[in-house]
Structure formats: C-alpha cells, structure tokens
C-alpha cells in the first residue's frame, strides 16, 4: 500500500469546488459556500464519542475530519457531494432496527443501543476510494462484518449478503423526488459475496474519527469494504438478508454498462467516461493543482482480498 504523508491531507477548498448539478436544482451557488464549511464543524463538536479498541499505528495520514463530513455521495439527501450535510441533519436515528434474515438459522433484529453494545468496537483506518476517482484516508469506528454473519449462522445456501438501505421519503427527500435523488429507484440495495463479506477487512461501521457517525456519513451504521469502489458504501442500513441468488444492486439496474456486481478498484479497466489509472486526492489544490497518484489494484488491498477472485476475470467481472 502507499504511503501518504502530510502533503495528502485535504485542505479547505474543497469546498470551493462543487459539481453543477445543484444549478439545475435552482438553488443556486450561495448555498455551496464557505458556511458549510462552519455547519460541519458544529456537527462534529456535537457528535458523541464512541468507546473502541485503539489500533495499531498507520503512516497513513488521515484527511482532516471536516472534509470527511462535508464532502460526501449519499443520493437520499441529494446529488451534489455537499447535499447530505445540509439535508441529513435531522435524519433520526434512534430509534434504530438492524433487521437480519434470510438464509440463517439464527435470524434477529439489533437495535439502536445493540449496534454499539452487541460487538466489541474498533478503529480501522482505511484508505477511501470513489469511482469517480478521488480518495480520502478515514478511521473508522466498528465491528468486523463476519462477527455478525457467524451470529446469524448461514445455511449452506447463502451465497451473497444483501444490504438495504432505510426507505423513508418524509425524512430522506431524494426518496420522493428521483431528479434530486439521481433517478434511483429506492430504497438502495447492495450486496457481496459471502465470501468478500466474511474477510476481515469488511466492517460495519458506527463512527468515525472516535465518535458516532454523522447522518450524512451513513448513521447509524453503514458498510465499509476499502478495495471496492465508493458506491460498495450503503449506508443507514436498516436490513440485511443472506441470498442463494445474485441480487440486482441499484447500480447495476441505474447503469449496467458502467457499474458492475463486484466493483474491485481496478486500474487496468476505465470508466466508460474516464480513466481509473490515477486518482485525485480530495483537497490537495485547487480545480488546476489537484493532486493525482496512481492507482492502486483493488485499493492498496491486493495482498488481503486478490484470493477472493482467483480464476475471476476482473476485466468482464467489473
């Protein structure tokens, strides 16, 4: 994995840069700018500390908190990446239910408080990449995803992990307006292999940097899989089913021909619409200056997860 130091962390004008979406939206550029940047840290000094085990050290040089929760792809609050920090904000949370079923012998539902109580949490820092080819450098706060599983005991059919996100149009508007939420049909569904979700780099996450996550981070939990693209990021799940069958994730019905089931960050396969050889690290200049570096296979992770893929050819399986 490469080695990021202190010229990778991500600098305020991020906030400067915003995709134009939210022009069509006729909202306007005032609402892009520079308060976000306060509403952020506000919500941060509000956020509840988490209790976890500390890990080990990282030369990783993590991306600065408020960029983490600023800048952010969570289509039920929006389009543009600084929609779900204005909209999520009053996303309630507890009380929460983690329904799991399907083929288990052992199904059950969490809730709000067993999210945080059921497994013993820990930090996970992590490289973070979207498929749009930026990345961030985040700690997480959770639990292993196969701790779970082992709770639920698949039965021999279970094949695949299906996530599904809460479907609430009165709280998550993007649910009830499909040009706001991006032409998705909701409630958004993903899912891995079984396989990939008992490696032990799979989290569910609760928090980050040592407190509870954000609504627009994907409260109160979500799933963090750091060799996949972005868009393996669900959050605020509020079901998981273990599957005989491949679900259609919502990608993959939204675009087929750009967003495949496995989603593995691939360099060597471009983007119908870009390259995915380099990447930009978020904030690292301006529009001009960005930052890029090469792209790593399966996201620095290769070493952990190629097993998980062997004879798979990751060029037609994208």
Not at 123 to 147: K, N
Not at 286 to 308: C, P, W
């Amino acid at each position: 994995m490469k080695r990021l130091t202190h010229n990778d962390v991500t600098p305020e004008d991020i906030f400067n840069q915003r995709r134009q979406i939210i022009k069509a939206m006729g909202l306007g550029i005032a609402g892009l700018s520079l308060p976000q940047i306060a509403f952020s840290a506000e919500q941060s000094a509000q956020s509840k500390k988490l209790d976890f085990k500390a890990v080990a050290k990282t030369n990783l040089t993590l991306t600065p908190e408020n960029k983490i929760i600023g800048y952010n792809n969570f289509y039920e609050f929006g389009t543009d990446k600084s929609d779900p920090a204005k909209f999520a904000r009053d996303l309630k949370t507890d009380p929460w239910s983690l329904e799991i079923s399907g083929e288990v012998e052992k199904p059950f539902v969490l809730n709000h408080s067993q999210l945080f109580n059921t497994f013993p949490l820990e930090e996970r820092i992590y490289r973070f990449r979207c498929v749009e080819a930026w990345s961030m450098v985040v700690p997480w706060v959770g639990f292993e995803l196969a701790r779970l599983i082992e709770m639920a005991k698949p039965t021999s059919k279970a094949k695949f992990v299906v996530f599904h996100t809460l479907h609430d149009p009165e709280q998550m508007p993007g649910q009830k307006n499909k040009f706001f939420g991006g032409g998705i049909d909701y409630p958004y569904v993903e899912a891995l292999t079984l396989e990939e979700a008992m490696n032990p780099l799979t989290l569910l996450s609760v928090g980050l940097y040592g407190k509870m996550l954000p609504p627009q981070n994907g409260a109160p939990i979500r799933l963090v899989v750091p060799w996949k693209y972005g868009f393996k990021s669900i959050k605020s799940i509020v079901k998981i089913t273990f599957s005989e069958t491949r679900p259609r994730t919502t990608w993959e019905k939204l675009a087929p021909h750009e967003y495949g089931f496995y989603a593995n960050v691939n360099p060597n396969v471009d983007h119908p619409r870009w390259s995915q050889a380099s990447e930009r690290v978020i904030g690292s200049g301006g529009l001009l200056s960005v930052k890029r570096q090469d792209t790593l296979m399966f996201n620095g992770y290769e070493k952990e997860v190629a097993h998980l893929y062997k004879g798979l050819d990751l060029r037609v399986n994208f």
